[in-house]
């Protein structure tokens, strides 16, 4: 583990806080993509968590949803297992590699929440231009993204999300929104993808926490 990621959620406790916004925020996001879906819907969430920005909502969802939840803390995967609908399954596992889930692909809507501001820029890059093949045709990827700007001066030194936005633009992405709070700092952005259902491959190595 890379860091504390049980202290980390400790922020969630606090309704007020800029991470509980983003949650919140989240949810909305997923919301709208699941009252404008037209039939069952298929969801992976990579780097789950204990799966409070998704689970809650689908709870609260008339829409069918089936999918995987991938998160590689034992304890809070099984926190989101504990209270996971019929229909998602909580894996134990390294979601850094597709072989964690392709199998569940393709869906219809993609979660990537915490996961870009804790990897490097090259990972953001090779994790969205591989999202076409783990996605179905006109499928949603709601993703999350801090907004304060890289102190390593060889790093981007723009917006965080506009650098990941470019990423999506570049892969053949739709940008359907982005929420920006700079007084929490974060931004959450939602991409459709426009092109055709892709076919997952065997296991590739995406991205590793740093
Ligand atoms: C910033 S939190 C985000 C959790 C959740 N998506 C949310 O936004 O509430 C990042 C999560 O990624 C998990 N994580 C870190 N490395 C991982 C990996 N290689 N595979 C799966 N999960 C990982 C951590 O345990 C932590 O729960």
Known sequence: MTRDWHAWYRAYDDPDSGLSRRLATVRGALQGVLDAASGPVRLVSV???DGRDTLPV??????????VLVELDPELSARA????PGGIEVRTADAGTTASYADACPADVFLACGVFGNVVDDDIARTVAA???LLTSGAHVIWTRGSRVSEDP???D??????VRGF????????????????AGFRVGVH??????????PGERLFDFV
């Open 47 to 49: 780097c789950a968590g």
């Open 58 to 67: 689908l709870d609260a969802s008339d829409v069918e949803v089936t999918g």
């Open 81 to 84: 297992r504990a209270v996971a």
């Open 131 to 133: 999202l076409p093949s």
């Open 154 to 156: 060889t790093a981007y």
């Open 158 to 163: 723009g917006d965080p999300a506009e650098l």
């Open 168 to 183: 999506f633009a570049d892969a053949g992405f739709e940008a359907v929104t982005l929420i920006a709070d700079d007084d």
């Open 192 to 201: 459709r993808w426009p092109g055709p259902t892709g076919v997952p491959g």
